[in-house]
């Protein structure tokens, strides 16, 4: 049980439990606490146990740390499911129900790149396209292959079906892409991230008795972050909720919308969720985690923040630095400042301050370019820090780890035309859609006519999908023997350290994996699913370098907010009020990761990337701010 | 066993010969929810007619459907079992269902095997993906418990693992420490009381104290218990003692077998109505599943009847094979699963009836009046057609209660035939089993597993080929042959068979009297008839007594001449009358007396009809 303050405990039971719920409540007021603890008491408190409850959140993050959270209610892995919309989607709808869309194995996921070469394939060879691409530069490719990319998504998370095609005024040369890159995904049982969710609602609605058998199961369910619905996530919990169904409560803050670009809005949640649920809004303003001063900041650049009356005062501090590299080194030295001091003291209350609680947070990636060269370069700095991935994949080192990984791919999904190709390409052999895909594995030595790839290193990797193939549970095994027969091979020192490097990552993993699914579960293939949902690579330790998107939900005592500048933070390519103000949500989410310090940084000159120097001025979100107003 | 599948009633009785299937079927379901499974083998998989392997696997796949309280399938699940299956539940047509594959497969050449579960999407065609593999852990919700013919309560009081020691060992929890305490004072007092008045413990107490001075330890002591001083053992020395009517209340060990094993199967179902009770109280599910080998074992027949209806008041679900007819005749006949082994694999057959159709076809109806308008219509419409067609072919509730009274109430045995061999008459029924005996070189009817069975009329065949028809049990019948009778009986049976070429034996006769007439059995008979009224009785007192009578039909019996000799050719005549005014009591001395006919080489002569029709038998028994 975890202490709650009255106004927080009170949400947790509202009316018994029942009936809809949407609380809104501010950055630090306790999100993730109160839908905790309302898991916990509805578990415990109803006599009743033969009921699931269904929690749904935005990030794996915040699912594991709930689960971490209630550990300890008996049978809360059978009684409750926690995690992503697309965790639930694909895990517990598509998996278990795959009959009902016809399908005998359920396809295997394909990331944005496997997506660009199936585009990519269709512009080539299809006539009808060939002469709007072939004739172009690389980088217009690019760009057709990308705007395309966005389209077909966007039509996904609009739940566009391919029946739904003809109520769109789209071309009918985009309509037939549509079509072609659907049937060449379906072709090679393949589907992409936006598809999981299609295929959830399409079996949600096209099948009301499976509807029906969740709607019975999950007699509660919970949303997180709802300020970042989208509209296939809301329409999906109207599909599961039917007409009956509204023991739902929602949880989030408008103030913290930032993913409008992805198709969410706050209407779902302010507007149809209050309407199609007759939901009762409760309000939470307090923010129990954040420093006085952190929180004057906060009211400074969303004035409609309750300012509470915490008990740390803390510390707001803007540091100007001539250019970006000065920027670094002052960042460098304010986290080695903390390190030594080791402490934030108060009041005669000390808090120890190590290099996990302290985060360095900017708008875009691209802005830690000179941040992490400065850290590279400091010893003591370069082994403590990691750059937290947003949904980005990972990509293997070591070209026969990475070919390793084609070829497991191969083995669990023997449709897959794309990482056929990729594999083909490598080992410089010709690309056959007939290709027998054990053959060219078990005996891809004869296939091989690229030198890099040297001959006993591609036995070894025989040897690995051997076993994989006999024994789809036994990867732990693979690693370890490829691990011994590698490292003590005559593959140069660079390869071995990639080989090395790759293996614990995939281990890592793997072991992840096992601790978050069922035993029955671990083989490769659910392996393969568990990786893209779980693309984020957050086990680093030390100092967190965030975007301020990847480090919603999360805490730090210290936080570096850097680059303030205008361009930057608002972004350049906001243009309209609505896309200021969302900036301006981007702005309140970063300081409010600050539980007792924030500082924030900018350089007054950049260097722009065609080689000018260009004039800085600082964000307008902190323009006016005195640092003597907390 | 291969491709064998069976559907189970809330009480399945499962009959057949020894070897057709029975304990292999329960044995394959104890490994999918058995409450104490043993380990697969080799000599589980198929081995075919050449006594090969070809498989080095097998699958059991069950299939679990939710059903109301009258035991007709409903569309969804209770939340309890929501809850058990999770999202492993799947939707066909009528509604929700939870099935499995447990798969076994033995690598190397021992025992070694793997096992997986595999969550079944379409019971028409089960796949085996890596995403196919079970997710939930039915663990005990589905427990099944196997108790085999050999029970005994004396065995398993002393058993932990017994229903009996699982039931005793919650002994100890069930008091609150307060009555713990005081039974821990009255059991102490108790044993100073025992030792107090006995002198033999006395001293062994003072005898055993000497065990101090030689450790060096003054304070210990060495004390006796004659009764255990821990509640925690108190089932383990525990007694069942049962009073038989008048006599003396004494230990079950010195009863016979018949009233231990009964009393294990009690313990059983004490056992499961507190386990029902207790689980459901702390929130979890529970459906125990008694699979039971022979209830009958060492048991009267009463005793058996009783124990059929105790049986069905155990909570959850039964499957018992038998070999008694008095548990088959208890039971309804829709309970009732044959299995047989026509060839080298085991297969089933049942009763089908229109009956639960019928009631489901009634509730669907009164939903749609219940609730009304176009979407329920729309649903249940299309499963009242399916049902309504699957009712075809099936047995009315006429038919079953002409089943139950001619046959399983007065002759279960039949259940348990391998062949029916039906016929009409009394001769029949008196002579048949003897004529088998001689054509077969001295070995009865049931030791091939054959039923001999008069139907007692030509028109009582409708029951048993019934029976014959739904339980796959070959039949002949050997018919009496005037032209009324062939064709009602060729009516019966072409009702229940397309095909019955060879099956049907026609005496080209009125009767077998006749027939035997006809077949040149006249002496015979006459030998039988004299062996029954003395000498001579036939033809000569016979004919002179009966000579100007009347027959039934008003006929005047004519058998001697003017000059009041026996005519000759009313002697066949005089020897069918004869035999007709009294079948019954002649029949048993013909059947013995035919086996005197002798042919040209001196062997036996047997009726030429009933030699063309063992024929057909032995070759049906050499196939099989």
Request: contains cysteine; negative net charge.
């Amino acid at each position: 049980m975890e202490n709650l303050s009255k106004e927080q405990s009170n949400i947790v039971s509202y009316n018994n439990f029942e009936g809809a719920l949407l609380v809104q409540a501010a950055a630090g007021s306790g999100k993730t606490r109160i839908l905790t603890e309302r898991v916990r008491r509805l578990l415990t408190d109803i006599d009743d146990k033969f009921f699931s409850v269904l929690c749904l959140t935005f990030t794996n993050k915040a699912a594991e740390e709930m689960k971490e959270r209630l550990h300890n209610v008996p049978k809360i892995r059978e009684r409750a499911f926690i995690g992503t919309f697309h965790e639930f989607c694909l895990g517990q709808i598509l998996i278990k129900q795959k009959i009902e869309l016809g399908f005998t194995e359920i396809p295997h996921i394909f990331d944005d790149n496997d997506k660009r070469k199936v585009l990519e394939n269709i512009f080539l060879t299809n006539d009808i396209f060939t002469e709007d691409y072939v004739g172009l530069e690389p980088k217009e490719q690019q760009r057709r292959i990308d705007g395309f990319l966005k389209v077909i998504s966007e039509a996904k998370r609009n739940l566009i079906t391919e029946s739904d095609l003809g109520t769109l005024n789209w071309s009918d040369k985009r309509k037939r892409l549509y079509r072609e890159y659907n049937d060449r995904m379906f072709n090679q049982s393949a589907m992409d991230y936006d598809d999981i969710l299609l295929y959830a609602y399409r079996i949600l609605t096209e099948r009301p008795r499976i509807s029906s058998l969740y709607r019975r199961r999950y007699k509660y369910i919970l949303v997180d972050e709802a300020q970042d619905l989208n509209y296939s996530q809301y329409q999906i919990l109207k599909a599961l909720c039917g007409n009956s169904h509204n023991n739902i409560v929602m949880v989030g803050d408008p103030n913290q919308a930032i993913y409008s670009f992805n198709g969410s809005s706050i209407k779902y949640m302010q507007e149809y969720f209050i309407k199609d649920f007759a939901a009762v809004k409760l309000e939470i303003q307090k923010n129990y985690r954040s420093s006085d001063s952190v929180l004057s900041l906060a009211k400074h650049i969303k004035n409609n923040v309750e300012i509470g009356n915490n008990f740390f005062k803390g510390k707001v501090e803007i540091v100007i630095a001539n250019n970006e590299s000065e920027e670094a080194k002052s960042i460098v030295s304010i986290i080695k400042e903390y390190i030594s001091r080791g402490i934030y003291s108060e009041k005669e209350v000390t808090i120890p301050i190590s290099y996990s609680d302290i985060a360095v947070i900017a708008r875009n990636r691209y802005i830690f370019k000179h941040l992490q060269n400065v850290l590279d370069s400091d010893d003591e700095l370069a082994a403590n820090y990691h750059l937290r991935q947003g949904n980005s994949n990972f990509k293997y080192e070591s070209k026969y780890i990475n070919l390793f990984d084609l070829g497991l791919r191969l083995i669990v999904n023997p449709s897959d035309v794309v990482h056929l190709r990729q594999i083909c390409k490598d080992i410089y052999t010709k690309f056959d859609v007939d290709l027998d895909r054990r053959d060219l594995l078990l005996n891809i030595n004869q296939f091989c006519k690229n030198n890099a790839y040297k001959e006993f290193a591609l036995n070894q990797l025989v040897l690995s999908w051997k076993t994989i193939i006999e024994h789809p549970n036994r990867l732990h095994v693979v690693i370890t023997d490829m691990k011994k027969s590698f490292l003590s091979s005559e593959l140069s020192g660079p390869e071995q350290l990639k080989i090395d490097y790759d293996l614990d990552q995939i281990a890592t993993k793997w072991t992840n994996f096992q601790k978050a699914t069922n035993p029955k579960q671990h083989n490769v293939s659910n392996f393969r699913h568990y990786l893209a949902l779980n693309s984020s690579n957050d086990n680093g330790n030390g100092v967190t370098l965030s975007t301020i998107h990847a480090s919603k939900g999360l805490e730090f005592e210290v936080v570096i907010l850097m680059g303030l500048n205008e361009g930057v933070l608002p972004s350049y390519r906001a243009k309209t009020n609505r896309e200021i103000e969302e900036e301006r949500n981007t702005a309140y989410v970063a300081v409010t990761r600050a539980k007792k310090c924030i500082h924030m940084t900018y350089p007054i000159e950049r260097l722009m990337p065609w080689g000018d120097v260009k004039k800085q001025t600082p964000s307008r979100f902190i323009k006016n701010y005195s640092q003597n107003n907390g | 066993m291969k491709n064998f599948e069976i559907d189970l009633e809330r009480l399945t009785v499962l009959v057949g010969m020894n070897n057709s299937g029975k304990t292999t079927f329960l044995r394959s379901i104890n490994l999918v929810f058995g409450a104490n499974k043993f380990q697969p083998t080799r000599d589980d998989l198929f081995i075919d007619s050449e006594g090969n392997q070809p498989e080095n696997y097998f699958n059991i796949d069950v299939r679990v459907i939710p059903v109301n309280e009258k035991d007709i399938r409903k569309a969804e699940f209770d939340a309890e079992w929501l809850s058990v299956f999770g999202n492993e539940i799947k939707v066909d047509e009528e509604g929700d269902f939870f099935a499995v594959r447990y798969k076994v497969r033995f690598s190397g050449r021992g025992d070694r095997y793997k096992s997986s579960m595999y969550t079944i999407s379409d019971w028409n065609n089960v796949t085996e993906n890596e995403d196919d593999i079970l997710g939930v852990t039915i663990g005990e919700a589905i427990s099944l418990y196997y108790i085999d013919a050999q029970r005994d309560l004396s065995h398993d009081v002393k058993l932990r693992h017994s229903y009996f020691g699982k039931l005793a060992s919650q002994v100890n929890d069930s008091f609150d420490e307060a009555s713990a305490n005081k039974i821990i004072e009255e059991i102490k007092k108790l044993n100073e009381t025992a030792i107090d008045k006995s002198e033999v413990l006395k001293h062994l107490q003072t005898r055993l104290a000497k065990l101090n001075s030689t450790s060096g330890n003054e304070d210990g002591g060495v004390s006796i218990s004659p009764f255990s001083t821990n509640v925690r053992d108190l089932h383990k020395g525990m007694k069942v003692n049962y009073q038989d009517g008048k006599s003396d209340k004494f230990s079950l060990e010195y009863h016979g077998m018949g009233t231990r094993s009964w009393a294990s199967l009690l313990s059983f179902k004490a056992f499961t109505s507190w386990e029902i009770g207790s689980k459901r109280s702390q929130g979890e599910a529970y459906f125990p599943i008694l699979a039971l080998e022979e209830p009958e074992a060492h048991l009267h027949p009463n005793a058996q009847r009783t124990l059929y209806k105790q049986l069905s008041e155990v909570g959850g679900q039964k499957i018992v094979s038998t070999h008694s007819p008095y548990v088959v005749a208890q039971a309804k006949l829709e309970q009732l699963r044959h299995l047989h082994k026509p060839e080298d694999c085991c297969r089933v057959s049942k009763f089908e009836f229109t009956e639960p159709e019928e009631l489901r076809i009634g509730e669907l109806l009164k939903e749609i009046e219940d609730i009304g308008g176009t979407e329920i219509n729309r649903k249940n419409r299309p499963i009242i057609e399916r049902l309504k067609n699957s009712k075809r072919g099936k047995l009315t509730k006429e038919d079953k209660r002409k089943i139950e009274r001619e046959i399983i109430n007065s002759r279960g045995e039949i259940l348990f035939a391998k062949m029916l061999i039906l016929f009409e008459g009394e001769t029949e029924e008196q002579a048949i089993p003897l004529l088998f005996k001689e054509y077969f070189d001295g070995q009865d009817a049931f030791d091939f597993g054959i039923s001999l069975v008069g139907v007692g009329g030509k028109s009582n065949y409708g029951s048993f080929l019934k029976l014959a028809k739904y339980l796959d049990i070959p039949f002949f019948i050997l018919s009496d042959g005037d032209e009324n009778t062939e064709q009602e009986v060729v009516a019966q049976v072409s009702n229940e068979y397309d095909e019955y070429e060879n099956r049907i034996f026609v005496l080209d006769t009125y009767d077998f009297e006749e027939y035997l007439i006809k077949d040149s059995f006249q002496e015979v008979l006459i030998s039988g008839i004299n062996k029954c009224r003395g000498s001579n009785y036939f033809p000569d007192a016979y004919c002179n007594e009966q000579h100007g009578q009347k027959r039934k039909g008003g006929e005047v019996k004519v058998y001697l001449k003017d000059d009041g000799t026996i005519d000759a050719s009313s002697i066949d005549q005089a020897l069918l009358d004869c035999l007709h005014s009294s079948k019954t009591e002649f029949a048993p001395y013909i059947a013995t007396e035919i086996l005197t006919s002798r042919d040209d080489n001196n062997k036996c002569r047997l009726p030429t009809k009933v030699v063309e029709l063992f024929a057909e038998v032995r070759a049906k028994i050499v196939i099989e």
